[in-house]
């Protein structure tokens, strides 16, 4: 190996340290302060980390956070790519935002912008298309349907363009079997981030709901900058799986003074014995139950419908054809990446509705999970069907199976 090779490989190695392990966390904290503070300037707000990127900066035991998946995907804000996804509709959203008059949804992004699309285009979209089924379905004519874009970050132009879809969108949305449910007021997206100089004043009688756009972290040029000590990695969160060593936000807000505490060069030593330590406690798994229904739905995402309680009713959602059995307790689903699952998707709806109410009841003591091996978009957007299908706006099991069709 020569000179000029040795030095490429060093810069290599240089270049991966500085989006390594240490700096990524490091760069989450930093970020996770700022969304603290603008917490803190809107105490009242509920707050939401955007799967799955958000989940990082927003500390769980934070009063304010609400325990539903909150889920606006940044490809339903690519250009030429725009959508209201009914199978990510976070219809459920409304009644916490109603409770408590408004929300806050934090996310973040890699170099180059200030905004992730999420928060940029998709939000956005969904706020529009929302106002204009509940103007129509319950004939408000006073509702502010207009759509609400940041101008820094959406051109008049791709504004016009995703104008000219909302009617189609909401058409959809109002021919499905989606509950429109009345809001006193109508959403309205605002942007926040750290170049904000000053904070929108959110008080007196407002005449609109806000859906306050967090994006958590800061806009540095070729998205790394050099700091004390560190080197600030811009949209750390995401894409995990590249970097974390098997550490997942759960795990990472369980044991963050620990990790705050560390020297650098202990980090990945430390996080190897948090994930192996989590792996022993729960096979790998970390539920998240969904508040919504009162608990009784759990989602987690494992390479095995593993279960603490194997008499647990479990809706597993494999990424491909698998040698699972199905049982009475066990709902396999074969659900591919992308858009090849999307008419897989559709078709499994109906068998895990069923496959739900056959097992849960009336009682408050009967519980369903569903398990994702790889694809949680999908194990998301089953749990938010079952949601749809089967309780009520206030989290009461209902068992109602008619509503599944157009979900």
């Not at 698998?322 to 992308?338: A, D, F, H």
């Not at 090849?340 to 999970?369: C, H, V």
């Not at 089967?390 to 509503?403: I, M, N, P, R």
Request: glycine share 6%.
């Amino acid at each position: 190996m020569n000179l000029d090779e040795i030095l490429k490989d060093d810069l290599k190695a240089l270049e991966k340290e500085k989006t390594g392990l240490y700096n990524r966390l490091r760069s989450i904290l930093d970020d996770s302060a700022f969304v603290n503070r603008i917490r803190e300037q809107y105490p009242e707000l509920p707050i939401a980390p955007n799967l799955r990127c958000g989940a990082w900066y927003v500390d769980p035991s934070w009063e304010q956070v609400i325990g539903e998946p909150v889920y606006f995907k940044s490809t339903d804000g690519h250009f030429n790519n725009w959508d209201f996804n009914m199978r990510r509709a976070n219809m459920h959203l409304l009644s916490v935002i109603e409770r408590g008059k408004g929300l806050i949804v934090v996310d973040s992004t890699r170099r180059g912008k200030r905004l992730p699309d999420a928060l940029a285009k998709t939000v956005p979209i969904w706020c529009s298309v929302i106002n204009r089924a509940i103007a129509r379905k319950h004939a408000i004519s006073t509702f502010d349907t207009a759509l609400s874009t940041p101008s820094y970050a959406v051109s008049p132009s791709e504004h016009s363009q995703i104008e000219a879809r909302l009617e189609a969108w909401t058409e959809r949305l109002l021919n499905s079997s989606f509950e429109i449910p009345n809001l006193s007021k109508p959403l309205r997206p605002i942007w926040v981030t750290p170049s904000v100089s000053t904070l929108p004043p959110l008080t007196g009688e407002l005449g609109f709901l806000p859906i306050i756009c967090l994006s958590a972290s800061e806009n540095v040029i070729e998205g790394i900058e050099r700091r004390h000590g560190y080197c600030y990695v811009q949209g750390s969160g995401d894409d995990h799986e590249t970097w974390s060593r098997g550490l997942t936000p759960s795990e990472f807000w369980k044991n963050v003074e620990q990790i705050r505490r560390t020297d650098q060069e202990d980090v990945p030593m430390v996080v190897d014995r948090v994930v192996s330590g989590a792996k022993s406690v729960q096979a790998s798994t970390s539920w998240i139950p969904i508040t919504k229904a009162h608990s009784r739905i759990s989602l987690a995402s494992a390479p095995a419908p593993v279960s603490s309680d194997p008499d647990t009713p479990t809706i597993y959602v494999a990424a491909s054809v698998t040698e699972l059995s199905p049982s009475t307790l066990m709902l396999v689903l074969p659900i591919s990446q992308g858009k090849a699952g999307q008419k897989q998707f559709m078709e499994a709806l109906p068998r895990a509705i069923q496959f739900a109410a056959r097992n849960l009841d009336d009682t408050s003591w009967t519980y369903i999970r569903v398990v994702g091996e790889s694809n949680l978009d999908a194990a998301l957007g089953i749990t938010m069907a079952l949601l749809e299908a089967l309780f009520a706006s206030d989290g009461v099991y209902t068992g109602q199976l008619e509503k599944h069709g157009g979900s």
